[in-house]
């Protein structure tokens, strides 16, 4: 029973904004939503987490709408370095790193 | 480099071998943990270690033996492995109990059982 959708695969050119999306319609009120990646042949990556609030970081931000069903992750200016598989993942903060499933997210690749 | 060590990056084994998998960690984190990714397959977690005690044991078949001798180092013994063992070993570790969640990974151990 997956608890977040992501599109299997997308497409962005060099130099623009990346924008991947994922719902997430049965969030509970405690449970934040992570996205991590994992470039091809490498361990996945953290990227970025939040609750409520949109989160920036030195890799992306990260906007949740208001009512906290889905969410966007943002690469403002994407290299082809970030072509990855992107997960979006949900779970209550503290509920044991464990507990975090790596669906099939979203495979980005970006064009020069 | 992402703080998580893995030795040796490829490793090729007969099926009658003995080999080891390891990783080091070099982030003071508590936990540690193994995790297999097969082709075209999702992360699937195998083991995980919290403070060097072992918590979790996802019916990992037996011929996949872990041992952490130290909150800072972690092992993967394998024997007598099958073909469809063949994947990616990936490493990660945690600070438990920080609440954040956030796994650091090494960049796996890739391996082909002939």
């Known amino acids: 029973d997956a608890k977040t959708t992501q599109p299997t695969s997308m497409d962005c050119a060099e130099g623009r904004a990346a924008n991947l999306p994922c ?8 449970e934040y939503v992570y996205w991590y990646r994992q470039i091809h042949s490498q361990g996945p990556q953290y990227i970025i987490h939040g609750l409520k609030n949109n989160e920036t970081n030195e890799m992306a931000s990260l906007i949740i ?11 403002p200016h994407a290299t082809l370095r970030d072509t990855a598989v992107y997960y979006c993942i949900v779970l209550p903060l503290g509920g044991g790193s464990e507990k975090l499933v790596f669906g099939k997210g979203t495979k980005l690749t970006v064009n020069p | ?3 998580v060590t893995q030795t040796p990056r490829h490793l090729v084994m007969g099926m009658t071998n003995k080999k080891s998998l390891k990783c080091e960690q070099h982030l003071g984190h508590n936990a540690m943990y193994w995790y297999k990714q097969s082709a075209k397959k999702p992360l699937e977690l195998m083991f995980v270690y919290n403070f060097k ?3 979790e044991n996802n019916s ?12 800072s180092h972690l092992f993967l013994h394998l024997h007598t492995l099958q073909p469809e063992d063949s994947a990616l070993y990936l490493c990660a570790s945690s600070q438990e109990g920080s609440g954040a969640n956030v796994l650091t990974f090494g960049a796996g151990s890739r391996l082909t059982v002939l």
């Open chain 1, 23 to 30: 719902n997430h319609s049965t969030i509970s009120g405690n």
């Open chain 1, 65 to 75: 709408t208001e009512d906290r069903k889905s969410s966007t992750l943002i690469l």
């Open chain 2, 1 to 3: 480099e992402t703080g």
């Open chain 2, 53 to 55: 005690e072992q918590t």
């Open chain 2, 60 to 71: 990992v078949p037996s011929r996949f033996s872990p041992e952490c001798p130290n909150s």
